[in-house]
């Protein structure tokens, strides 16, 4: 078992910034990928961005060169950090983790105003 606690969601304008961070812990030799989805209201829960165990990461066209997905040394906190946010970026944000299976953090709130 996998669990994930995200933190660092908030209210900015567009064009601030904001950092999450997502901790897990638990069965966390077995992780093997972990990452961010959003959901906005009335769509679907879309990518964001991941990085490996390897250290690669990939993003979503819509986050490129705004959102950079980080780690800790540790492997065990993941981050994401957003600039030059938008009213587009208004999102639940969850992390996810991979393993055996995947397990889901319980989002948090990003609401960027105009």
């Known amino acids: 078992q996998v669990q994930l606690v995200e933190s660092g969601g908030g209210f900015v304008q567009a064009g601030g910034s904001l950092r999450l961070s997502c901790a897990a812990s638990?069965?966390?030799?077995?992780?093997?990928?972990m990452g961010w989805y959003r959901q906005a209201p009335g769509k679907q829960r879309e990518f964001v961005a991941h990085?490996?165990?390897?250290?690669?990461?990939n993003y979503a066209d819509s986050v490129k060169g705004r959102f950079t997905i980080s780690r800790d040394n540790r492997k065990t906190t993941v981050y994401l950090q957003m600039i030059s946010l938008k009213p587009d970026d208004t999102a639940v944000y969850y992390c996810?983790?991979?393993?055996?299976?995947?397990?889901w953090g319980q989002g948090t709130q990003v609401t960027v105003s105009s």
């Open positions: 990085i490996t165990s390897g250290g690669s990461t």
């Open positions: 996810y983790a991979n393993a055996a299976y995947t397990y």
């Open positions: 638990g069965s966390i030799f077995s992780i093997n990928t």
